[in-house]
DNA sequence: GCCGTTTTCGGCCCGACTGTTTTCAGTCG
C-alpha cells in the first residue's frame, strides 16, 4: 500500500468520525496524519519495521503510528471498520456535494436512511427532504444542482493525481530490463485538466514482438494492481485500489511513434489528420501512416516523422483539438507555446506565518533551486481566521521579516513583501489601504461565496478591482476542477475591467485549487489582459506545480510574451504590473 | 489523537456567510 491510499484511508476514517461526531480534535489528527503521511518523500511500507521513523513523523503518535501499522498489514483499520458497522461508505461520498456536511449527511441517514447520491436525489425529488429541520426549497435546489455536477465530474481524476500515479507505475516498469521509454498518452498528455484513465505507452528492447511476453507477464505482477482487467500480446489493462483504470500497451520501437499519435488524441484531432493522410493516398493507424496502394511504410517511429510525412509541423500535444492547428501546422504558424523554462517569477505564496508548511527562507531557497528570478509571498489576511490569517499589525511586521530574507538572499532571488487579501461580500478588502500600500504585491481574492448571485459575484469582485493597491486578481472565477463548481461570475466583464485599468489575472497553477479554464485564457489574453501564472504553493513542493499551469497556458495557445512573470527581473515585472497609486 | 510540558493533563484554527430562522446551526475556507 502506497502513501497516498493510507492517507486516503486515514482521512476517511476522519470523515466517518465527523458524521458519528467526535470529538473534532481528534478528527483532526486523523485529518493531519493523512496529510502528514501525504507528504513524506519515503513509502511507509519500507518503515513498517522500524516504528521510530514513523513516530518521527509529527502528526503520527502511538496510535497513529499503530494505526498505519494495521493498514499496512491488514489493509484497514480497526477504528474505520467498527464505524463502517454503523454507517455506509457510500455517506462519503455524500460529503462531497455543496451543502452536505456531516451533520447533515448524518441527519438524511437518521431521518430518511439515505446514504448514497442516488437515493438522496430521488428523496429530494419526492420533497422528503423540505420536511426536515434546516432543509427548504433553495437548499433542495443547491442540491439537485449539485449531484449533477458531481455525476459530471466523479469518474475522473485531477491531472495532478493521475501524474503522480503515471510516475509510480512507469517507475515499477522501468525495473524490467530492456525498458527504455515510457510515456503516458492521452488526455494526460494533452495536458486535460483531469483523465479518465491513464494510457501508458512502453518501448524498447523488451517490446520486441518475439519478446514482449515477459514484459506483459511482469507488468500483469505489478503489486500495486487491484484488479487485473485483461492480459493481451501487448497490453495489459488494470485498476488501482482508487479505481483508476491503467492501461498499459508495450511496443516495439518501430511503430512508437504511430501509437503515441494515435493514443495521445484527441479523437477529432485523429479524425481530421487521417483525413488529411487520406487525400494524400496514405492512411494512418495505431501502427503506421502507410501508402495505401501498396502498404508502404511512411512513417511510424516517431510523432515529428508522422507529422512531417503529411506536410505539416510538429504539433504539440497540448493543442492537438481541432481547433487550428493543422492549419497552423500547414502554413508553419503554430505559436512557439511557453514552457515552464519561460517563467522567472512567482507571485502567490503562503508560508508557516499563515497556513503554510515551510518558511519564507525556505520557499526563497526551493524557489531559487527552480531558477527562479523573483518571488512574492503573499501570505493571508485576517479574515481568513482559519489559515491565522494576519491583521494588519501581523501584516506590517510581515514585512521585514520577508525584507530580511530578501537582503540575505543577497540579489540571487528577490523576494517580494505581498499579501493575499480578502474580497468581503459588499466588495470591500479586509485590510487598511495603509497596510497594502506597504506591499509590492497585492492579491484580491474571495474566499466565501457561497449563494451570491451572478450579479452580486460580480459587483463584487468589480468593486475591490477598484482599490487602487490591488495589482493581481487572485484566483478570479474560484472554479475547482472537481467536486463544486466555483462561483457563478461574469467572467467576460471582469476581464474587461482587469485588462482597463491594468491589473493582472491570476492563473492558479495548482490542479486543486481553483483557476481559469483555456477558454477564459484566450479571452483574457484577446481582452488584452495581462496574465500571470503562480502556483498559489503552501510548501516548497507545491512550487513544482507550476508545471502544470503551464500545461493550460499551452492548451490556450499561450507564448512567453502574453505571461507577465516571463519578465526576467523583479523590477520589470513590478513595472509592468498596474502602477501603485 | 497529538503534543509538550508547567510531566500526565489541557490546549489544539476561527470568522463570514447562508438558510431557515425569529436567534442559530451548519458549511466553508
Same mark, same amino acid.
Given at each position: 500500500?502506497?502513501?497516498?491510499?493510507?492517507?486516503?484511508?486515514?482521512?476517511?476514517?476522519?470523515? @466517518?468520525?465527523?458524521?458519528?461526531a467526535?470529538?473534532?480534535?481528534?478528527?483532526r489528527?486523523?485529518?493531519r496524519?493523512?496529510?502528514?503521511?501525504?507528504?513524506?518523500t519515503?513509502?511507509?511500507?519500507?518503515?513498517?519495521?522500524?516504528?521510530?521513523?514513523l513516530?518521527?513523523?509529527?502528526?503520527?503518535?502511538?496510535?497513529?503510528?499503530?494505526?498505519?501499522?494495521?493498514?499496512?498489514s491488514?489493509?484497514?483499520?480497526?477504528?474505520?471498520e467498527?464505524?463502517l458497522?454503523?454507517?455506509?461508505?457510500t455517506?462519503?461520498?455524500?460529503?462531497?456535494?455543496?451543502?452536505?456536511?456531516?451533520?447533515?449527511?448524518?441527519?438524511?441517514?437518521?431521518?430518511?436512511q439515505?446514504?448514497?447520491?442516488d437515493?438522496?436525489?430521488?428523496?429530494?425529488k419526492?420533497g422528503?427532504?423540505?420536511?426536515?429541520?434546516?432543509?427548504?426549497?433553495?437548499f433542495?435546489?443547491? @442540491?439537485?444542482?449539485?449531484?449533477?455536477?458531481?455525476?459530471?465530474?466523479?469518474?475522473r481524476?485531477?491531472?495532478?493525481?493521475?501524474?503522480y500515479?503515471?510516475?509510480?507505475?512507469?517507475n515499477?516498469?522501468?525495473?524490467?530490463?530492456?525498458?527504455d521509454e515510457?510515456t503516458?498518452?492521452?488526455s494526460?498528455?494533452?495536458?486535460r485538466?483531469?483523465?479518465?484513465?491513464?494510457?501508458?505507452?512502453v518501448?524498447?528492447p523488451?517490446?520486441e514482438?518475439?519478446?514482449?511476453?515477459a514484459?506483459?507477464?511482469?507488468v500483469?505482477?505489478?503489486? @500495486?494492481?487491484?484488479?487485473?482487467?485483461a492480459?493481451?500480446q501487448?497490453?495489459?489493462s488494470f485498476?488501482?485500489?482508487?479505481?483508476?483504470?491503467?492501461?498499459v500497451?508495450?511496443?516495439?520501437?518501430?511503430g512508437?511513434?504511430?501509437a503515441l499519435?494515435?493514443?495521445?488524441g484527441?479523437k477529432?484531432?485523429?479524425?481530421? @489528420?487521417?483525413?488529411?493522410?487520406?487525400?494524400r493516398?496514405?492512411?494512418?493507424?495505431?501502427?503506421?501512416?502507410?501508402?495505401v496502394?501498396?502498404n508502404?511504410?511512411?512513417?511510424a517511429?516517431?510523432?515529428?516523422?508522422?507529422?512531417?510525412?503529411?506536410?505539416?509541423?510538429?504539433?504539440p500535444?497540448?493543442?492537438?483539438?481541432?481547433?487550428?492547428?493543422?492549419?497552423?501546422?500547414?502554413?508553419?504558424?503554430?505559436?512557439?507555446?511557453?514552457?515552464?523554462?519561460?517563467?522567472?517569477?512567482?507571485?502567490?505564496?503562503?508560508?508557516d506565518a499563515?497556513?503554510?508548511?515551510?518558511?519564507?527562507?525556505?520557499?526563497?531557497?526551493?524557489?531559487?533551486?527552480?531558477?527562479?528570478?523573483?518571488?512574492?509571498i503573499t501570505?493571508h489576511?485576517?479574515?481568513?481566521?482559519?489559515?491565522?490569517?494576519?491583521?494588519?499589525?501581523?501584516a506590517?511586521?510581515?514585512?521585514?521579516?520577508?525584507?530580511?530574507?530578501?537582503?540575505?538572499m543577497?540579489?540571487?532571488?528577490?523576494?517580494?513583501p505581498?499579501?493575499e487579501?480578502?474580497?468581503?461580500a459588499?466588495?470591500a478588502?479586509?485590510?487598511?489601504?495603509t497596510?497594502?500600500?506597504?506591499m509590492?504585491i497585492v492579491v484580491?481574492?474571495?474566499h466565501s461565496?457561497?449563494?451570491q448571485s451572478?450579479?452580486?459575484?460580480?459587483?463584487?469582485v468589480?468593486?475591490?478591482?477598484?482599490?487602487?493597491?490591488v495589482r493581481?486578481l487572485?484566483?478570479?472565477?474560484?472554479?475547482?476542477?472537481?467536486?463544486?463548481?466555483?462561483?457563478a461570475i461574469?467572467i467576460?466583464?471582469?476581464?474587461?475591467?482587469?485588462?482597463?485599468?491594468?491589473?493582472a489575472?491570476?492563473?492558479?497553477a495548482?490542479?486543486?485549487?481553483?483557476?481559469?479554464?483555456?477558454?477564459?485564457?484566450?479571452?483574457a489574453?484577446q481582452?488584452?489582459?495581462?496574465?500571470?501564472?503562480?502556483t498559489?504553493?503552501?510548501s516548497t513542493?507545491e512550487?513544482?506545480?507550476?508545471?502544470?499551469?503551464?500545461?493550460?497556458?499551452?492548451?490556450?495557445?499561450?507564448?512567453?510574451?502574453d505571461?507577465?512573470?516571463?519578465?526576467?527581473?523583479?523590477?520589470?515585472?513590478?513595472?509592468?504590473?498596474?502602477?501603485?497609486?
Amino acid at each position: 500500500m502506497d502513501n497516498i491510499s493510507i492517507a486516503r484511508l486515514l482521512d476517511e476514517t476522519a470523515s @466517518l468520525l465527523e458524521i458519528d461526531a467526535a470529538d473534532p480534535f481528534r478528527i483532526r489528527s486523523y485529518r493531519r496524519a493523512a496529510e502528514a503521511v501525504e507528504q513524506q518523500t519515503t513509502q511507509l511500507v519500507t518503515l513498517v519495521d522500524d516504528p521510530k521513523q514513523l513516530l518521527a513523523i509529527p502528526g503520527i503518535g502511538k496510535s497513529m503510528a499503530a494505526n498505519i501499522q494495521a493498514l499496512l498489514s491488514t489493509g484497514t483499520i480497526p477504528l474505520r471498520e467498527e464505524l463502517l458497522q454503523k454507517y455506509k461508505p457510500t455517506m462519503l461520498e455524500l460529503l462531497r456535494l455543496p451543502g452536505m456536511g456531516p451533520k447533515t449527511v448524518a441527519l438524511v441517514w437518521s431521518a430518511c436512511q439515505v446514504s448514497d447520491i442516488d437515493s438522496l436525489e430521488a428523496a429530494a425529488k419526492a420533497g422528503h427532504l423540505t420536511k426536515l429541520p434546516r432543509m427548504g426549497e433553495k437548499f433542495v435546489t443547491k @442540491l439537485l444542482k449539485g449531484i449533477e455536477d458531481h455525476r459530471k465530474n466523479s469518474s475522473r481524476f485531477r491531472v495532478d493525481k493521475a501524474q503522480y500515479h503515471a510516475d509510480i507505475i512507469s517507475n515499477l516498469i522501468r525495473e524490467f530490463p530492456g525498458i527504455d521509454e515510457i510515456t503516458p498518452a492521452g488526455s494526460l498528455r494533452r495536458g486535460r485538466e483531469t483523465v479518465g484513465d491513464l494510457d501508458l505507452l512502453v518501448t524498447g528492447p523488451a517490446c520486441e514482438s518475439d519478446v514482449v511476453s515477459a514484459a506483459v507477464e511482469y507488468v500483469a505482477a505489478l503489486p @500495486l494492481i487491484d484488479k487485473l482487467l485483461a492480459k493481451g500480446q501487448n497490453k495489459v489493462s488494470f485498476t488501482l485500489r482508487n479505481n483508476l483504470q491503467v492501461d498499459v500497451r508495450l511496443l516495439p520501437r518501430s511503430g512508437y511513434g504511430a501509437a503515441l499519435q494515435y493514443f495521445t488524441g484527441s479523437k477529432m484531432h485523429n479524425v481530421a @489528420l487521417r483525413q488529411r493522410a487520406i487525400k494524400r493516398g496514405l492512411t494512418l493507424n495505431e501502427y503506421a501512416l502507410l501508402r495505401v496502394e501498396d502498404n508502404t511504410i511512411i512513417a511510424a517511429a516517431s510523432e515529428a516523422d508522422i507529422y512531417n510525412a503529411l506536410d505539416l509541423d510538429y504539433i504539440p500535444p497540448e493543442v492537438r483539438e481541432n481547433s487550428g492547428e493543422l492549419e497552423a501546422a500547414a502554413a508553419h504558424t503554430l505559436p512557439h507555446l511557453i514552457t515552464l523554462a519561460d517563467i522567472r517569477g512567482d507571485l502567490h505564496m503562503h508560508t508557516d506565518a499563515t497556513d503554510g508548511r515551510d518558511t519564507i527562507r525556505q520557499m526563497a531557497e526551493a524557489a531559487l533551486a527552480r531558477g527562479l528570478k523573483y518571488i512574492a509571498i503573499t501570505d493571508h489576511s485576517k479574515n481568513l481566521a482559519m489559515t491565522n490569517g494576519m491583521d494588519d499589525a501581523r501584516a506590517i511586521d510581515h514585512i521585514k521579516n520577508i525584507r530580511k530574507i530578501d537582503a540575505e538572499m543577497k540579489g540571487k532571488i528577490r523576494v517580494l513583501p505581498g499579501i493575499e487579501v480578502d474580497i468581503l461580500a459588499d466588495g470591500a478588502l479586509d485590510l487598511e489601504d495603509t497596510t497594502l500600500a506597504q506591499m509590492d504585491i497585492v492579491v484580491a481574492s474571495v474566499h466565501s461565496h457561497f449563494n451570491q448571485s451572478i450579479e452580486e459575484m460580480t459587483t463584487r469582485v468589480l468593486r475591490a478591482l477598484e482599490n487602487p493597491y490591488v495589482r493581481i486578481l487572485g484566483h478570479p472565477t474560484g472554479r475547482k476542477v472537481l467536486g463544486r463548481e466555483g462561483y457563478a461570475i461574469n467572467i467576460d466583464l471582469i476581464l474587461k475591467r482587469v485588462a482597463e485599468l491594468g491589473v493582472a489575472v491570476e492563473h492558479n497553477a495548482n490542479p486543486a485549487r481553483s483557476d481559469l479554464n483555456d477558454l477564459n485564457l484566450r479571452l483574457a489574453k484577446q481582452y488584452g489582459c495581462k496574465i500571470v501564472v503562480d502556483t498559489d504553493a503552501h510548501s516548497t513542493e507545491e512550487l513544482d506545480q507550476m508545471r502544470y499551469g503551464i500545461t493550460q497556458l499551452r492548451r490556450a495557445w499561450l507564448t512567453p510574451t502574453d505571461i507577465l512573470n516571463t519578465k526576467p527581473t523583479a523590477d520589470s515585472f513590478l513595472q509592468s504590473l498596474r502602477s501603485k497609486p
